[in-house]
């Protein structure tokens, strides 16, 4: 950890490139949803098991994950990460040529897997990178990164890809250009001047230690990590029925160039951003925030359901806004104090992401029976469970 900002600048804006290259891969999804719909002609439900392909790896490699970091370090995990994830992209192209839907989903599971080891390498080592108290801060100006790239995905792929026209075997030039470019990333990061860090007590001889993880001897032992797994599950789950299904929503309105949609709910996630990186913590503690967050979100829903539908559609966008500063606020206050279970702990927040695999078929299975506007309903359960974390189970290790 370094309290010196001149020093953060080369390794936040390294960390940035690759939170980056997460919100692309993950974009990917929100154009695939629709996509995929025509393509093989699926019901919604099934559409949204593109989703659900990538965030099952976050709970099956989610402890692999964990255990690569430990040996390899934070900067190896996210090489190796780089090169999981371009041999996942780079199998849509057969998946394309046989017309293959589970290949397509095998393709996804291990891009995921790749995803899954980035995801928890940079998140933790953006934590633990500056003063605990503005990692909340931190990982907003990261999230700026990654919902503007998420965004991008939609943009590129509509390039080669048309939703209104579509034909599978379009997939295959962009991912194979996606594939190079990879490789090639990781490739420049292995050069690249990212010192490793420790977070407080990560090591059994460090002179600092946590009081709190000194006694412990599991990782079970720290129900703050452990409720915030699940405040993870919530919070992707809302976050991706947000980013993943408003072109999808915008596509079932019939309304013109279906694929911009996600524009809005990433521009409205950047703006949250943008407000954590200000508020955050001189004016706002990571705790009210993530409070903040999960009211503006319960409003919202209720607004979505209950007005015009012309209108809810923007609504969804101001889902993004809600729902911006609840990964920064819950990754911090849930590895807090891990100590020497830091590099664990970070797995087992990373597993919680198969929320994004759960809440969005589910969003799918409403949205068959009843209707997508109904369906946003889903969400109020997750921020409720968010709240209590942000007052509650966040604290208990302070009791």
């Known amino acids: 950890m370094t309290n010196d900002k001149k020093t953060l600048i080369v390794p936040m804006m390294l960390i940035g490139s690759m939170f980056a290259v997460l919100g692309f891969a993950l974009g990917i999804n929100a154009f695939f949803v629709p996509f995929v719909k025509e393509a093989f002609h699926i019901s919604i439900t099934m559409s949204y098991l593109v989703m659900t392909a990538t965030f099952l790896s976050f709970v099956v490699f989610g402890l692999p994950s964990g255990a690569i970091i430990k040996k390899f370090g934070y900067k190896g995990g996210m090489i190796i990460a780089f090169l999981i994830m371009a041999m996942g992209f780079y199998l849509i192209a057969p998946a394309a040529k046989m017309i293959s839907f589970p290949l397509l989903l095998l393709a996804l599971f291990i891009s995921g897997m790749g995803q899954t080891l980035l995801t928890g390498a940079v998140n933790t080592y953006v934590t633990i990178l500056g003063p605990p108290e503005s990692a909340a801060s931190r990982i907003a100006i990261m999230g700026i990164c990654s919902k503007t790239f998420y965004a991008v995905a939609s943009l590129m792929l509509a390039v080669f890809m048309d939703l209104s026209n579509v034909h599978i075997e379009d997939t295959i030039l962009p991912f194979y250009i996606i594939t190079a470019v990879l490789v090639v990333m990781g490739f420049l990061y292995y050069f690249a001047p990212l010192p490793e860090v420790l977070a407080v007590g990560e090591e059994e001889d460090n002179t600092e230690t946590s009081s709190y993880a000194a006694s412990k001897t599991s990782i079970f032992q720290f129900p703050h990590l452990l409720l915030g797994v699940f405040a993870i599950f919530f919070d992707i789950g809302v976050e991706y029925i947000a980013l993943g299904t408003i072109n999808d929503y915008a596509t079932i309105l019939n309304l013109p160039s279906p694929q911009n949609y996600v524009w809005f709910v990433s521009a409205a996630m950047v703006l949250g951003y943008l407000i954590g990186a200000l508020f955050i913590p001189k004016f706002v503690s990571q705790g009210m925030a993530l409070f903040l967050s999960t009211l503006t979100g319960i409003i919202v829903t209720l607004m979505i359901v209950l007005l015009p539908i012309g209108v809810s559609i923007?609504?969804?966008?101001?889902?993004?806004?809600?729902?911006?500063?609840?990964?920064?606020?819950?990754?911090?206050?849930?590895?807090?104090?891990?100590?020497?279970?830091?590099?664990?702990g970070s797995s087992f927040l990373v597993m919680g992401i198969i929320g994004g695999a759960f809440l969005p078929l589910l969003f799918g299975y409403v949205a068959d029976v009843a209707s997508h506007k109904v369906a946003y309903l889903v969400c109020l359960p997750a921020y409720l469970y968010i709240m209590y974390f942000a007052f509650s189970g966040s604290k208990i290790r302070t009791k």
């Open 314 to 344: 923007y609504l969804v966008a101001l889902l993004g806004l809600a729902n911006a500063l609840m990964w920064p606020a819950i990754w911090p206050l849930a590895i807090a104090d891990l100590g020497k279970f830091t590099k664990m």
